[in-house]
């Protein structure tokens, strides 16, 4: 019973580095979104996609981007990686946000501690 | 301006005492509100409270929405040195939109 998986779980990078960490979920999700969260700052989203080929920026989307090409997986890109972007990052999926008929929960994955160096 | 306020941000208490934890909303049309335990890694979901006054029960947690006080508390009672984590409060928004607001959380530590 896999649930939200994120890989990697720790990763180090050197400013101006790219890299793009995954996620990937098994319930058959229509939601899927990243968060960060930050010491103090609580949980910030990044982007989020309700569906294959639809994404959307959240509250602190410069310097990611996001696809999603399958229900399944919700990659984030980080293009060019900035000390501002060390941070503990979050994927979490739900069921169908249609208007009215979201009423689940998210499911949240294990996260990615990433320090930009 | 934070949209989604819980208090306290931190609480440290002893095994046995019973907490009450605050989140303060400001968005008057919601579909829920939603807590959540955080220990070292993901949050874990503990309540949807959808409607006002009606108690939702687990164990020793407990919560309820006042939707007058545009408020909501997680209670705790008996607390144990495993109850240690951060509690997180979030709203998810009418209208349409998914973008969930969490609040900071509230930083609990159950001493033995």
């Known amino acids: 019973n896999a649930g939200v998986t994120q890989t990697p779980k720790f990763q180090v990078l050197k400013t101006g580095q790219s890299m793009t960490l995954q996620c990937a979920q098994d319930?058959?999700?229509?939601?899927m979104s990243w968060y960060r969260q930050d010491p103090g700052m609580g949980l910030r989203l990044i982007h989020y996609?309700?569906?294959?080929?639809?994404?959307d920026q959240g509250e602190v989307p410069n310097g990611y981007n996001v696809s999603r090409s399958t229900t399944e997986d919700f990659p984030l890109r980080l293009l060019s990686a900035a000390p501002s972007q060390t941070s503990v990052y979050f994927c979490?999926?739900?069921?169908?946000?249609?208007?009215?008929?979201?009423?689940?929960?998210?499911?949240f994955g294990n996260g990615t501690r990433l320090t930009v160096t | 301006e934070d949209k989604v306020v819980q208090s306290p941000l931190s609480l440290v208490v002893h095994e046995g005492d019973t907490v009450t934890l605050n989140c303060s909303y400001e968005?008057?049309?919601?579909?829920?509100l939603l807590w959540y335990k955080q220990e070292k890694k993901a949050p874990t979901f503990l309540f949807m409270l959808?409607?006002?006054?009606i108690e939702k029960k687990s164990g020793r947690l407990s919560s309820i929405l006042d939707k007058k006080e545009l408020s909501s508390i997680l209670n705790i009672t008996a607390t144990q040195t495993g109850d240690s984590a951060i509690y997180l409060c979030?709203?998810?928004?009418?209208?349409?939109?998914?973008?969930?607001?969490f609040g900071k959380g509230t930083k609990l530590t159950v001493n033995p």
């Open positions: 979490a999926s739900s069921y169908s946000v249609f208007e009215g008929s979201y009423n689940s929960p998210l499911h």
């Open positions: 319930m058959n999700h229509e939601y």
């Open positions: 996609s309700v569906g294959a080929g639809i994404t």
């Open positions: 968005v008057t049309n919601f579909r829920s």
């Open positions: 959808t409607s006002s006054g």
């Open positions: 979030a709203l998810v928004p009418q209208g349409g939109s998914e973008k969930l607001v």
